[in-house]
């Protein structure tokens, strides 16, 4: 389902009928319900944010949850992630509990960073996934130096970061992009490209597409359709398999579109109406419900659970207590005699590793 | 120091040897930086590496500090232990970014400690001009989630530089080019760790200097002989944490404190030494706080201009003559 850049990006909103060889049922629907799932708890939390109970500024990825979703799906328990502010999706595709980010977006002491830090800006090391930062892409050196040890230690393992196209402007874009060529190194860069840095346009941001950049790094480039869950799952699949046998990084641009503002104070006003109506008719949740309601699925009985389950995680995050003044002192610094804390294994849901047991092999 | 049974070493020397010890003992250990494999290190601390570790563990990287430092904090969370070669300490201002808000901060947001270790060959004295004399510990004093140390001995920096290795959090080691080869000592051989805490350079009653690395040396020699005064030197050995409690028990010793950095005076490790001072060890105190140090100038190339700037032996000694006759 990888296709040239130009196709993807006028690419027809239609439902494909054969499923995937690689995809059961029971996978497109897990997809479709973490994509679901993400959606409602966003705005779940931008309910929040408007009542006054989310500090600071909420941001989303309205929109584009297909990207998280459908590459976080290929990935498996022992492989590593560095997740971005629009990807909620790949940290409920790891395991990450629904109570635990909106107790985040609250600053309440359940949320994954117990209110150091704020909206996705988490990692939960339980999950196999570091947070990012706000310096954009930091994170692509993290990944890169992840799947470097990975290959040291010859592991059959690789890394996964996310960026948006903003992010290829940026130094540590070219020192990941060329590290990981030089070295050769199991490591999947997920482009976002979601037409908007903020409120600058890509054609502001480059002059070349950065997929054809890739192969001056020395490894391959393609673009796929953002806005389809399944299509990132069968490119992030394929770019895994080529890292896993030594093949090198994979540079994937998703292309989709940011459908809310930069953050919740962001009117949009600098986008393009018929850019915006274009879009709103490839809503990836829409795509991804149509395919299994055409196997039978019910899909607004789907619906309704993540709702009810939305409701109970906001329910028990708002009984949970704001964290202790006291402790904004505590853990600048990790004691000498205390346990080593590594990153763990995440959930791997792709049916392809739960009947395999590839997903819960240990390290 | 007098001859043992252990070898001398000079303080490059020293750090190559503890660095190779760490390699034996413990797998996880990977060095990282430019020119560090096959050419041995610009300063020759990893000389003949490649040949004992491999090329794996004595990485060649390329030229790009960002991605020396990032790419060794995603190594680190997943097991490794890194030790990062920035081949000039100027040179980690492209590297900053990473250590101050991917490194520092990652322990704190998500319970995830990043063990990385990033060797700052520092300093001035040999005409390396603006880019290649710098002394920029301040920067990583001011972020916290780091440690900074800075031994100044053979002895203390090859202890040092393995408890760098086995401290679970970022620390920057600030190893003194001026000392790489001019300081030598007795080395113990085998494995053993340095705390980071301050150390007695020398004993003394009626002043102290307070100091760290290269300024040591300097002033021991500004000190040896002055009018026949006791003077103490503090080598405070590590910059953060601050080793407070020695600090303050040798201000209540001596009562008269000259501070000395080699780096810019403003926000200085001696600017936050003279404030702990004059907050919890005023009443000790006969005499104001005295610090020396470069002025806020770029350290020039030419020789007269760079000894124009570097705190010399004379102006530590006349610093402390003045405060002596206060």
């Not at chain 2, 702990?276 to 060890?281: F, R, S």
């Amino acid at each position: 389902m990888a296709t040239s850049s130009t196709a993807a990006r006028t690419g027809p909103n239609t439902p494909s009928d054969s499923l995937p060889a690689h995809l059961t049922l029971d996978d497109r629907v897990g997809l479709l319900r973490a994509m679901l799932l993400m959606r409602t708890l966003e705005e779940r939390a931008m309910n929040l944010y408007r009542q006054g109970k989310v500090p600071g500024s909420f941001y989303d990825g309205f929109g584009q949850e297909a990207v998280s979703v459908g590459a976080a799906w290929a990935m498996a328990a022992v492989d590593r992630l560095c997740v971005l502010h629009r990807d909620l999706g790949a940290h409920l595709v790891r395991g990450v509990q629904p109570d635990r980010i909106l107790s985040q977006y609250m600053g309440r002491e359940d949320g994954i960073t117990g209110g150091r830090d704020g909206n996705v800006h988490f990692g939960d090391y339980r999950t196999g996934c570091v947070g990012m930062v706000s310096m954009l892409p930091d994170m692509m050196l993290v990944a890169t130096g992840m799947a470097m040890a990975f290959k040291l230690r010859g592991e059959q393992r690789c890394a996964l970061t996310c960026f948006g196209d903003g992010s290829t402007s940026r130094g540590d874009f070219h020192e990941a992009m060329n590290w990981a060529g030089v070295q050769k190194l199991p490591v999947i860069f997920v482009l976002e490209n979601n037409q908007f840095a903020y409120s600058t346009p890509t054609h502001q941001q480059y002059a070349v597409n950065p997929i054809e950049r890739a192969q001056t790094y020395g490894f391959p480039g393609v673009s796929v359709d953002g806005n389809d869950a399944e299509a990132m799952f069968e490119a992030t699949s394929v770019a895994r398999v080529r890292a896993l046998e030594g093949g090198g990084p994979t540079l994937i641009e998703a292309v989709t579109m940011r459908m809310h503002g930069h953050a919740a104070h962001d009117d949009m006003k600098y986008v393009p109406k018929a850019l915006f109506e274009e879009w709103r008719k490839k809503d990836p949740i829409d795509r991804q419900s149509a395919r299994v309601a055409a196997h039978g699925v019910d899909v607004e009985a789907l619906k309704t659970e993540v709702r009810d389950q939305v409701e109970q995680a906001a329910a028990t995050a708002l009984a949970g207590p704001m964290p202790e003044p006291e402790s904004a002192t505590e853990r600048v610094f990790h004691p000498r005699d205390a346990d080593e804390i590594l990153l763990e294994d995440g959930a791997a849901p792709w049916s392809g590793f739960v009947t395999s047991s590839e997903g819960h092999r240990s390290r | 120091m007098t001859e043992g049974r252990n070898p001398i070493l000079t303080y490059l020397q020293a750090i190559s040897d503890g660095l190779r010890s760490e390699m034996r003992e413990d797998e996880r250990v990977l060095l990282m930086g430019q020119d560090i494999g096959v050419f041995g290190g610009a300063f020759k601390v990893t000389d003949g590496f490649i040949e004992e570790f491999g090329v794996d563990r004595v990485m060649d990287t390329p030229l790009a500090e960002s991605g020396i430092v990032g790419t060794a904090v995603g190594a680190a969370v997943v097991g490794m232990r890194p030790v990062c070669e920035m081949q000039f300490a100027d040179f980690v201002s492209c590297g900053f970014d990473q250590i101050i808000n991917v490194a520092a901060k990652m322990l704190y947001r998500q319970g995830l400690p990043v063990n990385i270790t990033v060797r700052l060959p520092s300093g001035g004295g040999f005409s390396g001009g603006p880019f290649h004399s710098q002394n920029p510990e301040a920067w990583f004093m001011h972020s916290p989630g780091i440690k900074v140390v800075a031994p100044s001995t053979a002895q203390d920096a090859k202890g040092m530089i393995i408890a760098s290795i086995r401290d679970p959090n970022p620390v920057v080691f600030m190893e003194h080019k001026n000392l790489y080869r001019r300081i030598k000592g007795e080395v113990p051989e085998g494995s053993y760790e340095t705390p980071f805490k301050a150390r007695v350079a020398r004993e003394g009653s009626d002043l102290v200097v307070i100091t760290y690395g290269a300024m040591v040396h300097r002033a021991l020699e500004a000190t040896e002989d002055l009018d026949d005064a006791e003077i103490m030197v503090l080598d405070l050995r590590t910059l953060k944490p601050l080793d407070e409690q020695a600090i303050l028990a040798a201000v209540r010793t001596c009562s008269k404190v000259v501070i000395v950095d080699e780096a810019n005076e403003t926000c200085a490790a001696g600017a936050q030494v003279a404030a702990l001072i004059a907050e919890h060890g005023f009443e000790d105190l006969d005499g104001p706080i005295v610090r020396v140090a470069s002025p806020d100038v770029p350290i020039p190339f030419s020789p007269p201009l760079e000894e124009a700037v570097l705190p010399s032996v004379d102006r530590v000694r006349e610093a402390c003559r003045q405060l002596l006759e206060y």
